[in-house]
C-alpha cells in the first residue's frame, strides 16, 4: 500500500510537470503585449483610424496602433466579420490607409502551438498505462488468461503411496499414468485413451488430492483450476479463459489439467431463465469444442471434480470428453484403518491407540474427516502438555468433530438438566431394546454444539443399503426422547424438535420413495428434485389429490404406530431407564460399558460416580506423571545444550590463546589457513625428528 501511494505521487508529480512546461510553451508561442478588447471597440478603433495594421485569423482580429500596442478581439460569428470587411475594412484599404497583414502563421509558431497538446496526450497516455500496471491493476487488460497452477513435478510430489483407501480408483487412473509415461504402447494397439476423467464423490473424500497423486505418478506437469475461475461478469472473458488455459496447456504436453467444481461451469445449458446466451453458456461451450474439436489436445488429460454430476450438460459427459466417470466413494472399515495408520505415521501415539479400534468407531467419516479428528486430537494434547496422543484424546476429538465443542461454562436450572437426562436416557434405553439396533456408545447431557445433550451410536458394520425394519428401528430412536419426556415429566418441550423432523423425513421418503407402504403399494411417488428455477415453472405433481391425502395418512399412521411402540419400551424398561438417567444427572456422561451395565441392573447409579471418580483421578495421576516427564526430558536437553555450549566456548578460548598448536584444536577445528598442510596428529609413536622437522615447516611456512 505504501509503494502504491508513493507511485502515485510520482505519476502526480510528473503530470504537475508536463502541465507547467505546456503553459510555457504556449506562452513562447503568444505575444504576451497584447490588450483583448470587444468587438465593438475594435471596430470603432479601426473606423477613427487608430491601427496601422489589420490581421485576421478566421474569428480572431489583430490591430496593431503606430506605437506598437497590439489589440485583439474575437467576432461571434462570421458574418460580423463580413460586415467589418465590407463596410469598413476594404474602403480604408482601397484608400491605403491601412496595411492589412493575414498571412497564415510561420511553421515554427505552429509548432509551438501544437507542442503543448502533443505533450498533454503523451503523458497522459503514459500516466494511464503506468496506473494500469500498477499491483493489482496490472491485471486490467488480462481479463482473457487463466488463471491456472502450475506445478511441476519434483520430489516432493505426491503419489499413489500417499494415498490410502482408494484401491479401485488408484487402479482406473493408473491407465493414465502409463499412457503418460508410455504412449506408444497404446498407439501399436490403435487405442485411445480416455480424454476425460470425472472424478464423483461427496466433500471430503478426496478427489482433488487423488488428483495431484496421478500427476506426481505419472511426472508431467500439473494444472489446476477452479470452475469458478472461469466465469466473469463481462462477456467472452470465460471462452478467452479456456482458450488461454489449454494453448498453455499444449506447450506442456503431456500434462494433467484438473478443474475443480467443475459444476460451477458445466451445468446444463439452457435449464434456467435467462435463456442460453449467457457468459457460463459460453464458456460451457468453449470448453466442449476444447476438449472434442478439430484441432485435438493430444498429450492433454483433463481431471475433473465435483459432488453434482446430475447437473452437468450431457454433451459434457459424453464419450470423447470425460470418456470416465469414477466415484470416490466415502470409506469402508478397512480404508478408514489405511487412513488412520497414513494419518498417524509421523504423530507420537500412546499404547492404547489402535487404528483398527478407531476404524471401527468412524463410520462414515471422510478422508478430512480423519485428517480433522487426528489433528483436534494432538491439539488436545499439546493443550495438557502431553508428549503422546491418547485414547481419551482422540475419543474427545471424535465427539468434538461430530457434536462440537463442550460448553461445561453454561449455566443450566436444575430443572432443564432433569429433563435433558430423561429425554437422552429415552434415546439410549429405547436403542437398547430394540432387536438389531445399533449398540449406544455414549450419552451425555453436557451442552455441545447447538444441542444441550446428545446421544450416540456406532454402527457394528458398514451399511450400504437401508431396511424397512432398521428405518422404523431408526423412528422409534428418534421418537425416544419426546416419549420420555411425557412419561416422567408429564410435560414435552421443544427440545425435541429436530428427533421429530428427522423422524417425520424417514416416514416419507419410505412411503413416497421407496415404496414401503402396503396400502399405497410399491409405487414411488417423489418427483425427481430440479435444480434449475427455469424448469421448475414446468413441472408438475405426478399423483393426485386424493393420493396426497393417502400419504399423508400414512406418513401419520407410520409415526403413530411407533410413536406407541416406543412408549410401550420406555414402559417396560422402566427401572432400567431410571436408573440411566439418575446416573446422566451424577456424572453427565456415560460410556457404552457404563450404560450396558446400568441397563442390565450390574451397577447402579452411586457405583458409576464412585468409578467415574477414581478413573478421573487415574488420569489426573497420569497428567502429572506424563507433564512431569515431559518436564524432566526438557530439562536434560537444556542441560546437554548448555554443556555443549560450555565445550565450544572453552575451545574458543585455547583457539584465541594458541591460534596455531592444540592437538584437541587441530581435531576439533581446522586450520583453514593452511590448506597445504599435511601435518600428521601426533601420536606416541612418532620420532621426535619428525615433530622437529614439522615444526621448523610450520615456521618456515
Known amino acids: 500500500m505504501k509503494n502504491f ?8 508529480l510528473v503530470f504537475v510537470a508536463v502541465l507547467s512546461l505546456s503553459m510555457l510553451f504556449r506562452n513562447m508561442g503568444t505575444n504576451a503585449d497584447y490588450k483583448e ?24 482580429l489583430t490591430g496593431v496602433k503606430s506605437n506598437g500596442d497590439t489589440e485583439i478581439a474575437y467576432s461571434p460569428s462570421a458574418l460580423e466579420i463580413n460586415w467589418l470587411e ?8 482601397d484608400e491605403h490607409k491601412i496595411e492589412l497583414d493575414s498571412d497564415p502563421p510561420k511553421s515554427e509558431y505552429s509548432l509551438i502551438n501544437l507542442l503543448p497538446t502533443i505533450l498533454m496526450v503523451i503523458a497522459m497516455g503514459f500516466l494511464f498505462y503506468f496506473m494500469m500496471s500498477q499491483g493489482g491493476n496490472k491485471q486490467a487488460f488480462q481479463f482473457g488468461k487463466n488463471r491456472a497452477r502450475l506445478y511441476k513435478s519434483d520430489a516432493k510430489s505426491i503419489t499413489f503411496d500417499d494415498v490410502a483407501g482408494l484401491e479401485e480408483e488408484k487402479v482406473e487412473l493408473s491407465e493414465i499414468v502409463d499412457f503418460l509415461k508410455n504412449p506408444i504402447k497404446y498407439d501399436k494397439l490403435g487405442a485411445r485413451i480416455p480424454k476425460g476423467v470425472l472424478l464423483v464423490g ?23 483450476i477452479s470452475g469458478s475461475d472461469f466465469v466473469e461478469m463481462f462477456v467472452g472473458v470465460g471462452a478467452s479463459r479456456v482458450r488461454d488455459l489449454f494453448s498453455e496447456a499444449k506447450k506442456n504436453a503431456p500434462c494433467i489439467v484438473f478443474i475443480d ?22 464458456t460451457l461451450n468453449q470448453l466442449l469444442v476444447e476438449m472434442d474439436g478439430f484441432d485435438g489436445n493430444l498429450g492433454i488429460i483433463i481431471l475433473a471434480a465435483t459432488n453434482r454430476p446430475d447437473v452437468l450438460d450431457p454433451a459434457l459427459l459424453r464419450p470423447g470428453r470425460f470418456d470416465r466417470q469414477i466415484v470416490i466413494g466415502m470409506p469402508d472399515i478397512k480404508g478408514r484403518e489405511e487412513l488412520f495408520r497414513l494419518y498417524t505415521k509421523n504423530k507420537p501415539l500412546a499404547e492404547d491407540v489402535s487404528p483398527e479400534i478407531l476404524a471401527k468407531r468412524t463410520p462414515g467419516f471422510s478422508p478430512a474427516d480423519i485428517e480433522n479428528l487426528i489433528n483436534e486430537a494432538a ?3 499439546a493443550r495438557r502438555n502431553g508428549t503422546k496422543i491418547r485414547m481419551d484424546e482422540i475419543e474427545e476429538a471424535t465427539t468434538k468433530v461430530m457434536a462440537g465443542p463442550q460448553k461445561k461454562s453454561r449455566v443450566i436450572s436444575d430443572a432443564e438438566r432433569k429433563l435433558t437426562a430423561y429425554h437422552e436416557a429415552g434415546h439410549a434405553i429405547v436403542m437398547r431394546a430394540t432387536p438389531d439396533a445399533d449398540p449406544v456408545h455414549q450419552i451425555t447431557i453436557i451442552p455441545r454444539g447447538m444441542a444441550g445433550g446428545f446421544t450416540m451410536w456406532l454402527p457394528e458394520e458398514d451399511r450400504f443399503f437401508e431396511t424397512k425394519g432398521h428405518m422404523i428401528n431408526t423412528i422409534k430412536h428418534l421418537l425416544g426422547g419426546r416419549v ?12 425435541a424438535s429436530n428427533d421429530l423432523e428427522r423422524a417425520t423425513g424417514i416416514a416419507r421418503q419410505m412411503i413416497t420413495k421407496y415404496g414401503f407402504s402396503e396400502k399405497l403399494g410399491p409405487v414411488s411417488f417423489s418427483s425427481n428434485d430440479e435444480v434449475f428455477l427455469g424448469r421448475d415453472f414446468s413441472t408438475r405433481q405426478n399423483f393426485s389429490e386424493e393420493v396426497a391425502a393417502e400419504v399423508d395418512h400414512e406418513i401419520k399412521r407410520l409415526l403413530e404406530e411407533c410413536y406407541a411402540e416406543t412408549r410401550r419400551i420406555l414402559q417396560e424398561n422402566d427401572a432400567a431407564f431410571e436408573r440411566v438417567a ?5 456424572v453427565e456422561t456415560l460410556d457404552g460399558d457404563q450404560f450396558e451395565r446400568l441397563f442390565t441392573g450390574e451397577i447402579d447409579p452411586e457405583g458409576i460416580k464412585q468409578e467415574v471418580e477414581e478413573e478421573l483421578r487415574n488420569i489426573e495421576s497420569r497428567n502429572k506423571e506424563e507433564a512431569a516427564e515431559s518436564k524432566r526430558i526438557e530439562e536434560q536437553k537444556m542441560k546437554e545444550l548448555e554443556e555443549q555450549m560450555k565445550k565450544l566456548q572453552e575451545q574458543a578460548r585455547q583457539n584465541a590463546n594458541d591460534p596455531f598448536g592444540g592437538d584437541n584444536n587441530d581435531q576439533d577445528f581446522p586450520d583453514f589457513r593452511r590448506p597445504t598442510d599435511k601435518r600428521q596428529p601426533k601420536t606416541s609413536e612418532a620420532p621426535e625428528e619428525a615433530t622437529d622437522d614439522q615444526g621448523r615447516d610450520d615456521q618456515e611456512n
Open 5 to 12: 501511494g508513493r507511485s502515485i505521487g510520482v505519476y502526480v
Open 37 to 60: 478588447i470587444k468587438f465593438s471597440q475594435f471596430a470603432s478603433h479601426l473606423e477613427a483610424g487608430d491601427y496601422e495594421k489589420v490581421s485576421i485569423n478566421e474569428r480572431e
Open 86 to 93: 465590407n463596410t469598413i475594412l476594404f474602403p480604408m484599404i
Open 202 to 224: 461427496q466433500p471430503g473424500t478426496g478427489k482433488t488430492y487423488i488428483s495431484r497423486a496421478t500427476a506426481g505418478e505419472a511426472g508431467v506437469p500439473f494444472f489446476t
Open 261 to 282: 467444481e467443475i459444476d460451477a461451469v458445466g451445468r446444463r445449458r439452457g435449464a434456467g431463465l435467462g435463456g442460453g446466451n449467457d457468459e457460463r453458456e459460453q
Open 379 to 381: 491439539l488436545l494434547t
Open 484 to 495: 420420555a419426556e411425557e412419561l416422567k415429566l408429564e410435560d414435552i418441550s421443544t427440545g
Open 582 to 586: 439418575q446416573a446422566l444427572l451424577l
